[in-house]
């Protein structure tokens, strides 16, 4: 049923279990492979090899996950599915006897930690591919918080495996998270650099920009925001799933302020007497908005001197810091941004400790 043999200075085991190969290194000890040989045939006359009935090569379950995010997910968490499952896939590289998704077990997601870890990444976090491809920026090692990230994704496609029948455990539930002691906090912007930014604004960009800073909306929400997203009796921007999109968590919807409603009211006059596009941020041409808005942000920034404004996500952060800072609390946040989980709210949680003793003030037995 298996053998051993030697390669170099390893032992490595060979064993056939329901017609499919499996080979592992075992380590230089002779005794310790044969002592491994034994175990491996008796959990196979067990049926304890852990093999799923369905059991499937790791690429084609890994595709047919994609192909499952594809049809059910929005465009930018696919993408997100793929980056983890691309770097994941790259780890396997040095594992060539790993060929099923059965074999995945906790010890390779560990080693999957360290290998991010130590691993070369671009300043945004993605991974060198090659050394020829290194600059002064790279550095060594994904941040704890990316590497916790991945390991959640991970969690929930195999997830999907065992869903579908392709595995019996998932290989992720044994391994601990990472501290973040190197997570940074979120850039935000004051009251005046919002002003400032404001005040630089081109005309065109101008709607754009206001409603990011009153709203918290996602780049893609804003771009897929039709006018029958806008319910003007209500003074409501409802975020939903669409025929060719979907948002990256459940439905919900966004209260709009006076200035907000105003702004709407002229553009949707405006567009009326224009283009008529469905879209409240058109293109030109009336179809979905194509400018490059994080370019275009960094450029005003830096015309108006905001420093470390690089992201049109610290806008959504200014939009829930803000709103914090005023005493709104964490729950209700959590709401208008769209979190599905309390913990991810949780990061402006240190923008309120006048609102957290102001709560514990409120008890009077």
């Given at each position: 049923?298996?053998?051993?043999?030697?390669?170099?200075?390893?032992?490595?085991?060979d064993?056939?279990v329901?017609g499919?190969?499996i080979?592992?290194?075992?380590?230089?000890?002779?005794k310790?492979a044969?002592?491994?040989l034994?175990?491996a045939?008796?959990k196979?006359?067990?049926?304890?090899?852990?093999?799923?009935?369905?059991?499937?090569?790791?690429g084609?379950?890994?595709?047919?996950?994609?192909?499952?995010?594809?049809?059910n997910h929005?465009?930018n968490?696919?993408k997100?599915?793929?980056?983890?499952?691309?770097?994941?896939?790259?780890?396997?590289?040095?594992?060539?006897?790993?060929?099923?998704?059965?074999?995945i077990?906790?010890?390779h997601i560990?080693?999957?930690?360290?290998?991010?870890?130590d691993a070369?990444?671009n300043?945004?976090?993605k991974p060198v591919k090659?050394?020829?491809?290194?600059?002064?920026?790279?550095?060594?090692?994904a941040?704890?918080?990316?590497?916790?990230?991945?390991?959640d994704?991970?969690?929930?496609?195999f997830n999907i495996?065992?869903?579908?029948?392709?595995l019996?455990?998932?290989?992720?539930?044994?391994?601990?998270?990472?501290?973040?002691?190197?997570?940074?906090?979120?850039?935000?912007?004051t009251?005046?650099?919002c002003?400032t930014?404001l005040k630089y604004?081109?005309?065109?960009?101008?709607?754009?920009?206001?409603t990011?800073?009153?709203?918290?909306?996602?780049?893609?929400?804003l771009?897929?925001?039709e006018?029958?997203?806008?319910?003007?009796?209500?003074?409501r921007?409802?975020?939903?799933?669409?025929?060719d999109?979907?948002?990256k968590?459940k439905?919900?919807e966004i209260?709009?302020n006076?200035k907000l409603?105003d702004?709407?009211?002229?553009?949707?006059?405006?567009?009326?007497?224009g283009l008529?596009?469905?879209?409240v941020f058109?293109?030109?041409d009336?179809?979905?908005?194509?400018?490059k808005?994080?370019?275009?942000?960094?450029?005003i920034?830096?015309?108006?001197?905001?420093?470390?404004?690089?992201?049109?996500?610290a806008?959504?952060h200014?939009?829930a810091?803000q709103?914090?800072?005023?005493?709104?609390?964490?729950p209700?946040?959590?709401k208008?941004?769209?979190?599905?989980?309390?913990?991810?709210t949780m990061?402006y949680?240190?923008?309120?400790?006048?609102?957290?003793e102001?709560?514990?003030?409120?008890?009077?037995y």
């Amino acid at each position: 049923m298996g053998r051993i043999y030697k390669r170099g200075r390893s032992w490595y085991l060979d064993i056939t279990v329901k017609g499919r190969r499996i080979r592992r290194r075992v380590g230089p000890s002779k005794k310790v492979a044969q002592l491994a040989l034994q175990d491996a045939e008796v959990k196979a006359a067990r049926d304890e090899f852990g093999f799923a009935k369905n059991d499937i090569a790791i690429g084609k379950f890994f595709q047919k996950f994609l192909d499952y995010s594809g049809a059910n997910h929005s465009t930018n968490t696919t993408k997100r599915y793929r980056a983890v499952i691309d770097n994941f896939n790259r780890f396997l590289e040095g594992y060539s006897d790993i060929v099923f998704i059965s074999q995945i077990k906790p010890e390779h997601i560990d080693l999957y930690k360290v290998y991010r870890r130590d691993a070369l990444v671009n300043p945004n976090g993605k991974p060198v591919k090659s050394e020829d491809k290194a600059t002064k920026f790279t550095r060594k090692g994904a941040r704890a918080k990316t590497i916790n990230f991945e390991i959640d994704t991970l969690r929930t496609i195999f997830n999907i495996a065992i869903k579908w029948d392709y595995l019996k455990d998932n290989p992720t539930l044994k391994v601990d998270r990472l501290k973040t002691t190197d997570s940074k906090l979120p850039r935000f912007l004051t009251v005046e650099e919002c002003e400032t930014l404001l005040k630089y604004m081109p005309d065109v960009l101008y709607p754009i920009f206001f409603t990011f800073l009153n709203t918290g909306m996602r780049k893609a929400e804003l771009e897929h925001l039709e006018w029958n997203d806008v319910d003007f009796d209500r003074r409501r921007i409802k975020i939903h799933r669409k025929t060719d999109w979907n948002p990256k968590t459940k439905d919900r919807e966004i209260p709009i302020n006076q200035k907000l409603y105003d702004l709407f009211l002229d553009l949707r006059e405006k567009n009326d007497r224009g283009l008529q596009s469905n879209y409240v941020f058109p293109h030109s041409d009336g179809s979905m908005l194509k400018t490059k808005l994080r370019r275009k942000l960094i450029q005003i920034a830096q015309k108006a001197g905001i420093k470390d404004l690089t992201t049109l996500h610290a806008l959504r952060h200014t939009f829930a810091s803000q709103l914090i800072m005023r005493g709104v609390d964490l729950p209700t946040v959590q709401k208008l941004m769209g979190h599905s989980d309390i913990q991810t709210t949780m990061i402006y949680a240190h923008l309120a400790p006048d609102h957290l003793e102001a709560a514990v003030d409120k008890l009077n037995y």
